[in-house]
């Protein structure tokens, strides 16, 4: 069973379409919960670490929040740049090792 | 902006070959992992390493795979004898701390096997 799971696996905006993606995680002891951009055919790229539930961090147009099963990557006002594969991945118990879900494949139309 | 650099981009080798993936770590880090993605499916741990030894491995991370830090900049992943489902992209990072899960990815070694 999947400790991080992602929805929707794909999501078509059009440009200036805000809407969220969800990360549920079923891990015990979270010690950090992480989101991450990946373009196709490069290597993840780093944007958020979130430690607590109600800690939220903001990015240009992006924030992500945090409950104790969930978190949500918040897109306001979308651009055809924002398109990518966003990435949800946690860190629990005795492990410092960030576990990675499947991701959403967000795409922005213009 | 320093970066993880990762040789080659891309590799085809024939099944039982051995392989050697080679990464240059961000020069102040110190925490160094392995990934990879077989294509459509996650990003999935394979092992990390600190102060030049394996400090966690998963269970990916079998008998054929090895790595090693020979000098002060680089870091490899070794197959000892492709199989088939190795194919991949393998994907070298880094982290200053270890504890903050923020690591830096380099653009991946994707490697084909025939």
């Known amino acids: 069973e999947d400790q991080v799971t992602q929805s929707p696996e794909a999501l078509r905006l059009q440009e200036g379409e805000s809407s969220s993606l969800n990360c549920s995680y079923t891990v015990s002891g979270l010690r950090g919960l992480f989101w991450y951009r990946q373009d196709p055919g490069k290597g993840p790229e780093f944007l958020f670490t979130?430690?607590?539930a109600g800690e939220e961090k903001e990015k240009e147009r992006l924030k992500a929040t945090l409950t104790k099963k969930e978190s949500f990557l918040h897109i306001t006002a979308p651009k055809p740049e924002d398109s990518a594969t966003y990435l949800c991945a946690v860190e629990s118990g005795g492990s410092y090792i960030p576990t990675f879900g499947r991701g959403t494949s967000l795409i922005v139309h213009p | 902006e320093p970066e993880v650099t990762q040789t080659p981009s891309h590799q085809v080798t024939q099944m039982g070959q051995e392989v050697i993936l080679r990464c240059v770590p961000i020069?102040?880090?110190?925490?160094f992992y392995w990934y990879r993605q077989i294509l459509g499916q996650k990003v999935e741990f394979l092992v990390s390493?600190?102060?030049?030894?394996?400090?966690?491995k998963s269970e990916i991370f079998d008998d054929q795979f090895s790595v090693e830090r020979p000098d002060g900049s680089n870091f490899t992943l070794k197959i000892r004898s492709t199989k088939l489902e190795d194919s991949a992209m393998y994907f070298c990072?880094?982290?200053?701390?270890?504890?903050?899960?923020?690591?830096?990815f380099g653009e991946g070694s994707r490697l084909t096997v025939l």
């Open positions: 390493f600190y102060n030049n030894e394996i400090s966690e």
């Open positions: 979130l430690y607590s």
């Open positions: 020069s102040n880090h110190l925490y």
């Open positions: 990072a880094s982290s200053e701390s270890g504890v903050s899960g923020e690591l830096f």
